[in-house]
Every structure is written in C-alpha cells, then in structure tokens.
Nanobody, 114 residues
Framework: QVQPVESGGGLVQAGGSLRLSCTTS????????LGWYRQAPGNQRALVAW???????NYLDSVKGRFTISRDNARNTVYLQMNSLKPEDTAVYYC????????WGQGTQVTVSS
C-alpha cells in the first residue's frame, strides 16, 4: 500500500503563508486526481482542493482565491500554497486521491494564530 508523506506545516499568524508538500509514487501523482484534505479537532476530514490528472483544479469555496494546488510530476509531489491564512484554516492537512486510494499519511499540522 502506498502512503504519502506530507510536510510544510507550521505555526503562522493570520495573514501569513505556508506551502505544503505531498510526496508519493510517481504514477499516482501523474495519473490520479489528487486532493488536499484537512481535519480540525472535532470535525470530519474535508476535501479542500484537488487537481485532476489533466491539470484542472477545484477548491472549497472558503479557500478560493487564497489556496493554490499544483503538481510537479518530476518530483512526484503535489503542493498546496496557502496565502492569507485565517485561524479557521487551523487543521491537520493530508493528501490522498479523490477516491481515497492511498493509505492516510501522518499529515502536517497547520496552526494559524489570530
């Protein structure tokens, strides 16, 4: 089973930026619809953004205009650039395919202070 490795989280003030990275097998990065999910304490895991194998992107309404998902096939990596962060973005962020094909990784904690 393939497990992605997420990184790039941290503690930032509101209005700050972070770039998350998710590395997994090359064929999955290249050929799958990949998404970033997040889970805040007491909440269910939710899909935040995804990128299709053809490169098209989609976002949760609350992050549109602030987050950008991208993919680097050469590095087997999917990124999530997060700008203008808000306290409500605080969560553990995970990546997976849209069909949840991968074993969940450890995630990366993002904490936004007000």
């Amino acid at each position: 089973q393939v497990q992605p490795v997420e990184s790039g989280g941290g503690l930032v003030q509101a209005g700050g930026s972070l770039r998350l990275s998710c590395t997994t097998s090359g064929s999955i990065v290249r050929d799958s619809d990949l998404g970033w999910y997040r889970q805040a304490p007491g909440n269910q895991r939710a899909l935040v953004a995804w990128i299709s194998s053809d490169g098209s992107t989609n976002y949760l309404d609350s992050v549109k205009g602030r987050f950008t998902i991208s993919r680097d096939n050469a590095r087997n990596t999917v990124y999530l650039q997060m700008n203008s962060l808000k306290p409500e973005d605080t969560a553990v962020y995970y990546c997976n395919t849209r069909t949840l094909h991968l074993v969940w990784g450890q995630g990366t904690q993002v904490t936004v202070s007000s």
